[in-house]
């Protein structure tokens, strides 16, 4: 039987709402993001969970955090161990020729945010990366998206995107 040979990595999250703060949990997906499943089942892309630092970190339940709460050399140093393994788990499968799209991050997280964070005493995100996000993106050269739970269909339409287009980078 023919594989599809396409996959995204995504945050841990977005498959098992069960491992954020007890208070992000959105009414709608209070387990999963299952519409970004369904989008990846039409367009046969398989999904690659990525592993969540805050929940291997703190466990559950834990508080609502901001970049800063977790902005030690301890934590930063174990999201660059995963970012590693992820790069080596790429490494793996598009050496056995799997096309990997890209990674899809949490708009806003601390360690997950692609293009914007949470800071203390700051209203509203920051124009920056989560932790995990930061060290991934120094080792995967691979497009990084996010899913933002504030704009879900824009961030499905930009997934719909990537999976029936491939990635919007010169290199790949």
Known sequence: M?????????SHC???????????????WTSGVWELTRLCEKYDVGLEQMPCPEFDVKGYPRCL????????EEFRDYCKKLSEEVEKNIR???KAGFKVLGVVGVAGSPSCG??????????????ESGIFMEELKKI????FTDFDYKKPELS??????????GPKNEND
């Open 140 to 143: 995967v050269k691979k497009p």
């Open 156 to 165: 499905l339409k930009k997934l719909e995107a990537i999976c029936l287009h």
């Open 65 to 72: 955090a901001t970049k800063d709460d977790y902005e030690t």
């Open 14 to 28: 977005l498959l098992n709402q069960n491992t954020i703060a007890p208070t992000l949990v959105k009414k709608g």
């Open 114 to 127: 692609v293009f914007e964070t949470h800071r203390k005493n700051v209203e509203g995100r920051v124009k």
């Open 2 to 10: 023919k594989r599809g040979k396409k996959i995204l990595y995504i």
């Open 92 to 94: 793996k499968f598009e």
